[in-house]
């Protein structure tokens, strides 16, 4: 079946460190793949995507990378904001059928002055 | 102008109860998509619409039942409450049911606590 890992957080870091979320899938063929951010008491946004192997989605700063031989679709930022503070969900939409996003479990980040 | 709005943003209802959420898209949008967010944040998708049609029902208790009157709105009705159907639930819209890159555009939530 189709599914996404996260790591566990939270993730507890001081402003301008470097950001790592990791994040693998299980699917069948190629899926797409989504990094979607809540931030306190709103719904999701779509922070970035990527469509096929070695894609590189990026938006504010946050980059991820399709990498098919591992399966997986790293979240990465190089210098992160304490309001960058959210959850961080990693997700696909299968390749077959309708659209469903199957979302990981979310990784919470606290970004600290 | 809110893309995609829900109504309440907090229900605190009793068990037993039938209680209705109410969605609305601004979009233009022709999917739209419940999800169900438990207490460890986890999300699950619940339903799916396409302009009117029902084309997503994962294994949901028959208690909810979602209405779409035009494709601009979404409505889940739940009878006879349980505790565990305390959650957020979700609201989202996208383009089209089809399409893998399609960006989904969530509402902001709303909290159901069953007492």
């Known amino acids: 079946g189709n599914s996404v890992t996260q790591m566990e957080g939270p993730v507890t870091l001081s402003e301008e460190a470097f950001l790592t979320i990791n994040c693998t899938y299980t699917?069948?063929?190629?899926?797409?793949l989504f990094w979607y951010v809540q931030y306190p008491g709103e719904g999701l946004q779509l922070l970035l995507k990527?469509?096929?192997?070695?894609d590189k989605g990026s938006n504010k700063g946050f980059e991820a990378t399709y990498r098919k031989e591992t399966t997986s679709f790293h979240l990465e930022k190089g210098s992160v904001q304490v309001s960058d503070s959210a959850v961080y969900f990693c997700a696909l939409i299968p390749r077959e059928g309708y659209n469903k996003l199957i979302f990981g479990a979310g990784t919470r980040l606290a970004v600290h002055p | 102008d809110t893309a995609v709005s829900q109504t309440p943003k907090y229900l605190v209802t009793q068990m037993g109860n039938d209680k209705s959420i109410k969605c609305e898209q601004n979009?233009?949008?022709?999917?739209m998509y419940w999800y169900k967010q438990d207490s460890k944040k986890f999300l699950k998708i619940m339903f799916s619409?396409?302009?009117?049609?029902?084309?997503i029902n994962e294994t949901v208790p028959n208690r909810f039942s979602p209405k779409s009157p035009d494709k601009a709105h979404l409505n889940l009705h739940i009878n006879s409450l349980e505790l565990g159907d305390s959650a957020v639930y979700f609201c989202a819209s996208s383009q089209d049911g089809r399409g893998r890159s399609t960006e989904a555009f969530f509402g902001q939530g709303t909290r159901l606590t069953v007492v």
């Open positions: 979009l233009g949008h022709d999917t």
């Open positions: 699917a069948t063929g190629y899926p797409s």
């Open positions: 619409y396409n302009n009117k049609e029902l084309i």
């Open positions: 990527a469509t096929k192997a070695d």
